[in-house]
């Protein structure tokens, strides 16, 4: 089990039903080629110097229960439920200082 966080670049509004569809075809497609545009790259560099992506190095230590799915205009996170608060207070303050969209699925 896991705590799943998805952020994006999106100025449109979205209805609950939009935003759930529209994370659940990435978290199904994984990442999207390409590079992330600059909005979604300096969330995912801020992101990473806080809690760096998961590796078979720091597997006991991070936060992460999977590797960070990163595409162009996204990034999906799956927390460890012991430390979802610590990430979700990070993310939120984060995704406030980046023009992104905050979704828990």
Request: glycine share 6%; proline share 10%.
């Amino acid at each position: 089990m896991s705590f799943d966080l998805g952020v994006w670049f999106g100025a449109e509004p979205l209805t609950a039903r939009e935003a759930l569809h529209r994370y659940l075809v990435w978290d199904a497609s994984g990442a999207a080629p390409g590079e992330p545009r600059p909005e979604v790259a300096a969330f995912y560099e801020e992101l990473t110097a806080l809690f760096p992506d998961l590796t078979a190095d720091n597997y006991g230590s991070s936060p992460w229960s999977e590797p960070l799915t990163v595409g162009e205009n996204f990034v999906l996170m799956s927390a460890v439920f012991p430390r979802a608060g610590e990430v979700c207070r990070a993310v939120l303050e984060m995704v406030r200082r980046h023009p992104l969209v905050l979704f828990e699925p």
